[in-house]
């Protein structure tokens, strides 16, 4: 199989999934794990403020689409292993979105068909409460970039992209043809008393599909320590399950 690491907005393909004492463990842990494994680490200009004011260009759909290609260009020398993607933050809408396009578009199709399972770390799935995406955001920019009115003021036409791709998504999942495994895990610790949790529980859940806690903030519950990090254990077992 391939594993896909997809990094969330601000992060990158490596930052995100090293832990300060340098582990990064999708190759010092999870390749010796699963040593038949393709491990990929997706890097896209996350850039917070920049891909907030050019919302309207949908950014979300050109980082899905580049998520697409990307893998079917490597893809090219792998025939067709199934692929799982794990996914923190709002790179699990990255995800969403690539595979929407693989449900529309002929070349991108084997994306979506190849694709066995996604692993969201902290993803919002926003679902009716649209000002639950606004809210999320805000905090990321709070949190990460000093808070920008500016931006603030973009928040809500780019909080419709991102609803529109997340709703896209469940439509998708109820398909007859469509058999993708989910696994959703949420943070249990605020960033600090006055944001509090980036992602709520109930935001970063699907009803349908399991999920659970990982004992970390948003920005650390995708840094583990070595292979006896309980969080490190929990993300093992899932992809243990799936590709047993």
């Not at 909080?159 to 043809?177: A, G, N």
Request: proline content about 2%.
């Amino acid at each position: 199989s391939s594993i896909v690491f997809v990094h969330g907005l601000t992060g990158n393909r490596e930052k995100t999934w090293t832990h300060q004492n340098k582990t990064f463990w999708p190759s010092v842990l999870l390749s010796e794990d699963f040593p038949r494994a393709r491990i990929l680490a997706f890097g896209y200009d996350a850039d917070v403020v920049r891909f907030w004011t050019i919302v309207s260009s949908n950014r979300l759909n050109d980082h899905g689409k580049s998520l697409a290609y990307a893998l079917l260009d490597q893809r090219g020398s792998v025939g067709q292993r199934p692929i799982i993607f794990i996914a923190h933050s709002l790179g699990g809408l990255v995800c969403e979105e690539a595979l929407n396009l693989g449900s529309k578009r002929q070349d991108l199709q084997s994306i979506l068909t190849n694709t066995l399972g996604i692993v969201f770390m902290g993803t919002p799935h926003g679902g009716s409460h649209v000002a639950g995406w606004g809210s999320t955001v805000a905090k990321y920019v709070s949190v990460f970039r000093g808070t920008n009115r500016d931006i603030l003021r973009n928040l809500q036409p780019g909080s419709s992209d991102l609803q529109r791709t997340d709703e896209d998504f469940q439509h998708m999942l109820v398909r007859d043809d469509i058999k993708l495994k989910i696994y959703c895990f949420y943070e249990a610790l605020k960033m600090n008393d006055i944001v509090g949790k980036i992602v709520e529980s109930e935001s970063a859940i699907l009803p349908a599909y399991d999920n659970c806690s990982i004992d970390a903030d948003h920005r650390t519950m995708t840094k583990f320590t070595g292979r006896a990090d309980a969080g490190y254990g929990q993300v093992r077992g899932v992809l243990e399950r799936w590709i047993k």
